[in-house]
């Protein structure tokens, strides 16, 4: 499956490296696989590496997407 | 137990040997019990399947229990291997709705362990022992070559004395009984997962090893016909409750949602892919009582400063497999397990 | 938890469901699989299958890099722990695979093998580094997630000019494997109808959502890349069953608050730097598929552990009663294998279906036996 | 005690560490045991400085003892470390002149320790137990990863019923009492050194280890006011004997020719440049009792199958400084003083 | 056992003793070193003194190589053991003599050097073979007793070949050191007026009762050599008596069954081809001694661990108040140390006396110190 | 004090090494310092070596001098 998880980038490290927090607990992850991280942005995490930044707009757009069905009749 | 299929296959005693699982918790270690350690000693007390043995003396009904403690590492957040060794087996006493008495320890030091942190250990055990209200009656040394042991090993018994009418065993729990717990599960095992260098987590989290004599002796006093009384520790919450089931013949359905999980142990899981109902407290216990009592038990329990968050988490049904299942709080519905193995980190 | 949380909402769960038994056609079935073990283990771990309506029926796929590894690589594996000058690292879920005669990782270190867990490849080089002594090799598992870490881990060593890390490469590709369960080999072996896949989510982040173009076009088969959580996997198969009502065959990104349609091009050429493919690997219960397996390329031959240690290379099949195959491609559930349960559990797995708890054998038997009750 | 000057200097907690004399039964044990866990866990029980605890529950007396083994190798020449656990335990609760009841048993087994091993260790104790007559009601099970075990260490507890009139206890030795040995001295701290390679030694010589509970059975129910009864384990007759000297502040008179030792354990510790009197005894007891009832208790021991070779082998005295004093065989006299560090063999 | 319990027998002990009695003069002192730990062993163990008149006074001298091994050799072999490549290998005995800062090599493996225990520097030897990658470094204690054992074991691994087996050569010379007591050093120590000695049993087996023949010619001391039974022990008393008496100052045997003139001409021939003499040797508790130590010779350089490795070579003082040399020389008692029993005790040794069983404090606080109360 | 015992040679074994025996206690030592030594004789073994034969005529000659001591008149 991959396990991954979305955190929340709390500092920059030196090496490319950034100490991520998710839910209250943090961790560290390398940055290499991805450009132009952030304090404040959230990555996939997986195996010690961010893989990707996740979008926080295309979050809300999926939500949206969900809430916008008709609630459920039973 | 009832379910004759729990064990796929028997020990292999001529080939095989002991592994980390056997030492776990879950499936691997009741099999051993069962097929080595109960069949060789079989006898009416062990066979009563609990964490300690009652029996009856002269003067009422006593309870015995010992517990081996190898944690590592021996200082951990809140709490050390002196009183976790005290709180466990405390608690094993308590779990009978006993008054616990006295206790031994017996200590297997590796050579080179320092006198410093021996003198940590012993005060911590003799602080946890005065506050649970017990003593350490006897004792026992060994030390042991270097490489041979791991800084120190402290296996404590206790004996405690249970009041009149008062009898909980996992073999009590009726369909209809309530199933409650004392508070937040899985904080022990992530507060000691956390230390572990390679596992490159941090957390506040800290262990919940308590003596739970005062929060039982409270139960008992209002609720005395409580039916069972266990301290989900090594493989958790489901173990604990899997155990149980089989031993009554009996299944369970538990709410996700009313179980008390803190977000920074759920995270913490999460993060290691990892299931808060499998890893351990040492500060926390099942109770399982008749639904009349559920209510009367449960203020019980939130009245003591150490049952504060307790909750109902469920109920138990009759069923000829013994399954414990979950409504999870997502709306499905599924099976809680036996832990199998160790739970070990994955990345998948 | 951001991101998670929401995702996991009870209350959106019965919208999304509700829309799912009103959309889906009563007079058809919709046979879905899902390719990945997240999906898997979300679907049991969550009860999915009890808020879908009985003709949307979830089919689990090879998405475990675990359970497809292959028993002669295990066995492999633990002869390369066993060599004295050996330190094996790898993830803790490889550590208990068993391999032939239920010898695992786990216990050829009770027996005194070497080996240790690491949660992250780096921490491997990291122990090769601080013990020059020792020859580490880092078991590498995984689809396209972990394939870059993995690359980095080798470029580092290269680096760092260490000589006694190597890495014993068991990376896969996973739209390979997807092609291998569509694709009637000619060999008998029977395919179930497929109405539509359920994409990765993680390997989409890497390799983007185009890569499975190809699959879907050839084989008219929608295919949904979704997310992990609950939701993601509810929302997916609604749009799975729009797609099939609607008689569509595209790739759609459901996940897309992570996956893009390229992915993550510098992820893709770091492992293209250091692995090309291999002719063919073999996946556990799926058999040899061609080009779906990577290993270290010529450069980087001083870091395989294939080239420095004699590697048995052995092809081990699994319990002749084991099922696996057959459920795999969606012919066969569980429980209509004749050792599910009895000798086949998840403390002795006989197949690869049953060896991780995101296995379709395990994770019924972990979570769903109840239904069979 | 009444020797201040038994340890030279204190203990150094903040700079030291735990070596093997702190387990070797001797005086540095003794020190550690005083100084950091007494000292700590100071309670009454603990106070008695026995090898068990008493104390009153409603319906009598009782005594609760625990002990760790931790013997290599395992399997030794008249008996395993399975054995070895349930006699250890037995007779500590015997020493009380008690009758043992029940026991409990923690395992600590280290990783790849094969199931065929463990079952014969387990069977063993089963076997022990069940001629004993005891049960064993309740136990634990941790496995240690490799490397950080040794094979299996197995900690027991047991509890025992005092009968009415019977106390006996290591501060009772009065000056003018008879000291008494149940057999010969040395056999097991032999038998297991026999198995070690790197000593290069070979005897017929089996270990004494037995369940003394039959034979303090008929010592008691012969002499019920007998004054101590003690096992000399760890550090031999020679180191026991000096603990019940300074717990009860007399010094002793030993008749080096009355002390009964096999030929053959005589030459082994020749060989090694040891002396029989620090070998370690696990069937073997002392006994002291007021002059006009060693007649009959020696009767009654040597009436007993383990009481065979008792012998009397000395007398108490009045000694301010607890000397335990021997008339040696060959004429002369001399002190037999504690254990010192290890018993290691000798070149010189 | 045969040639041991005869020479233990009571009654026979009680007729010695009674000549011994009849024949001392009461009118004068008999000051007699037994120059051997064994003498002390079995004087303090059978309790000899109390079978001899008042006058006839046991002092205890030198004689046990654990006891005069000086601190500083000890500090050294604790510092070659705690080399991580250093498995050192060790009689059982000195495993727990103090050096510095209360440190011994029981406590130094306590705290993780690689120190093994042996019975035989044979076993040394086959450690080495058995563990190539390891340097084994044979900690050799001993008088010429032990001395051609080790010459063995130095010859047996340059036979082997053996590249990873050094010895850390701490063998002693007897008769040095009974000069070296007898001389006054004209240092202003102050030296017992000794009358005769009981000589060493087995180091007389080896080198031959006519070593001692300089030592008493030139001091006018008689040297009676003497078995380690107790009979042994009052049967030479009374010898010494005698020559004492007739005023002779001879080397006699009382420890014919074993020790002849000459001695062992094989051992002697091993030890001498593979050691030779140091310039001096320090004593622990008696100093600096002439030509009292063997080191080994040019030829087996490759064996000797104080040339493989950097050896402090250090010389570290007792305790102050330690009055060891004093005792040593004949001059003070045990308890004339203002320490005696107090700071110093066979747990915690101050000085060289108190550091075996068979030093003059130790076997006086081991066995005799009712003697005081 | 270089404790040595006097232990009966009750087997020669191959490499210039026997088998011992003292009171029943059997044990090996080497030969290799000493010659002539058969089955039946005693010799003194000092860490693992014989030093030197035992010389029985001698021993009895000594138990034969103190024997010939007056008696203790005590
Ligand atoms: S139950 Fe086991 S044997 Fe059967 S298909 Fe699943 S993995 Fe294979
Ligand atoms: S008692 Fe100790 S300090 Fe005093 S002389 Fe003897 S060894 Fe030296
Ligand atoms: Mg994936
Ligand atoms: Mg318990
Ligand atoms: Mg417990
Ligand atoms: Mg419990
Ligand atoms: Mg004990
Ligand atoms: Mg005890
Ligand atoms: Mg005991
Ligand atoms: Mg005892
Ligand atoms: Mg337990
Ligand atoms: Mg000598």
């Known amino acids: 499956m991959c396990l991954a998880v979305p955190a929340l980038v709390t500092a920059l490290l030196p090496d490319d490296r950034a100490t991520v927090s998710l839910g209250g607990v943090s961790s560290t992850c390398s940055l290499e696989l991805v450009e132009g991280v952030a304090v404040g942005d959230y990555v996939i995490v997986h195996v010690g590496y961010a893989l990707s930044r996740l979008d926080a707009e295309e979050a809300e757009r999926t939500l949206a997407l969900l809430a916008e069905l008709p609630a459920d009749a039973a | 137990m009832t379910d004759r299929r729990l ?55 006593m309870v015995m229990t010992t517990d081996g403690f190898v944690v590592s590492p021996l200082f951990f957040p809140g709490g050390d291997i002196g009183s976790l060794a005290v709180h466990g087996t405390v608690n094993d006493v308590a779990m009978a709705g006993a008054v616990p008495l006295h206790l031994t320890a017996g200590f297997i030091i590796e050579e080179g362990f320092p006198l410093a942190d021996l003198k940590r250990v012993v005060d ?98 209002a609720v005395p016909g409580v039916h069972v009384l266990r301290d989900p520790t090594r493989g958790g919450l489901a173990t604990t409750l899997n155990e149980i089931a089989h031993q009554s013949g009996v299944g369970m359905r538990l709410a996700e949602a009313d179980i008390p999980v803190r977000a920074e142990v759920a995270a913490a899981c999460e993060l290691l892919g990892l299931d808060p109902l499998y890893a351990a407290n040492e500060g926390k216990l099942i109770a399982i009582c008749a639904e ?55 990345i998948c | 938890m951001k991101y998670v949380d929401e995702f996991r909402d009870p209350l959106l769960a019965r919208t999304v469901a509700a829309a799912i038994a009103r959309e889906a056609r009563p007079d058809r079935a919709y046979n879905l699989m899902e390719f990945c073990g997240g999906h898997t283990h979300a679907i049991s771990r969550y009860g999915i299958p009890d808020l879908l309506p009985g003709n949307v029926r979830m089919i689990h796929g090879p998405g475990c890099p675990v ?41 050829a270190k009770a027996q005194g093998a070497d080996v ?75 395919v179930a109808s497929l109405d539509g896949f359920v994409g990765p989510a993680h390997v989409s982040v890497v390799i983007g959502s185009e890569a499975y173009a190809p699959a879907a076009a050839e084989h008219g088969k929608p295919v949904v890349i979704s997310g992990f959580e609950p939701l993601d996997v509810l929302q997916s198969i609604l749009m799975l069953v729009r797609q099939i009502n609607e008689g569509r065959a595209e790739v759609e990104n459901q996940f897309t608050r992570a996956v893009t349609a390229e992915g993550n091009r510098k992820a893709q050429a ?84 049953m060896v991780s708890a995101e296995g379709a054998c395990a994770a019924h038997y972990t979570y769903g036996r109840f239904r069979d009750a």
């Open chain 2, 7 to 61: 064990f796929a296959r028997k020990l292999d005693i001529a080939r095989g040997a002991v592994d980390m699982t056997h030492g776990s918790g879950g499936k691997a270690m009741a099999q051993l019990v069962r097929e080595l350690f109960a069949a060789a000693f079989a006898n009416p007390w062990l066979d009563q399947g609990n964490d300690q043995a009652a029996f009856d003396v002269p003067g009422g009904r």
């Open chain 2, 124 to 221: 911590s055990m003799a602080a946890a022992a005065r506050e649970a209200g017990v003593a350490i009656v006897s004792g026992d040394t060994k030390v042991v070559e270097r490489g041979k042991g791991d800084g120190i090993f402290i296996t404590t018994t206790g004996i405690g004395m249970v009041p009149p009418g008062v009898a909980p065993s996992g073999d009590r729990a009726r369909p209809g009984d309530a199933i409650l717990v004392s508070g937040s599960m899985g904080d022990h095992g992530v507060a000691i997962m956390s230390t572990r260098d390679n596992l490159g987590f941090e957390t506040a989290i800290l262990s919940d090893s308590a003596a739970l004599n005062g929060l039982v002796a409270a139960m008992v006093a």
């Open chain 2, 292 to 346: 009349e009592e559920c209510d009367r038990l449960l203020a019980a329990m939130r009245a003591h400063p150490l049952g504060r968050d307790a909750a109902r988490i469920g109920r138990v049904v009759e069923d000829a497999h013994c399954f414990v299942q979950m409504e999870t709080r997502f709306g499905g519905r599924r099976i809680v397990d036996w832990l199998t193995g160790e739970q070990l980190p994955r």
């Open chain 3, 67 to 107: 359970c497809v590894l292959p028993v002669g690589r295990i066995d492999d594996a633990i002869a390369l722990a066993r060599r004295p000058e050996v330190t094996l690292c790898t993830y803790g879920d490889v550590m208990r695979v068993p391999g032939s005669g239920r010898l695992s990782l786990l216990k």
């Open chain 3, 116 to 190: 240790r867990m690491v949660v992250s490849a780096d921490a491997a080089v990291r122990i090769a580094a601080e013990n020059p002594g020792r020859q580490v090799v880092f078991l590498a598992i995984g689809f396209e997630t972990t394939t870059p870490p993995t690359a980095l881990a080798v470029r580092a060593a290269a680096a760092q000019g260490l000589s006694n890390f190597t890495v014993f490469c068991n990376h896969v590709l996973t739209p390979s494997a997807i092609q291998g369960i569509l694709a009637d080999a000619g060999d008998g072996k029977e």
């Open chain 3, 270 to 353: 770091i492992v293209a730097e250091i692995f090309e493919t291999r002719a063919s690997f073999e996946w556990r219960g799926l058999g040899s598929i061609p080009h779906s397996g990577l290993k270290l390329r010529e450069a980087y031959a001083a870091f395989d552990a294939e080239r420095r240690f004699p590697v048995a290379g052995a092809s081990v099949p699994d319990h002749k009663g084991c099922d696996c195959g057959a459920i795999l491609r969606g012919v066969k559930r569980p429980v209509d294998c004749k050792l599910f349960a009895g000798v086949c559990t998840p403390e002795n797995p006989m197949g690869s279906c």
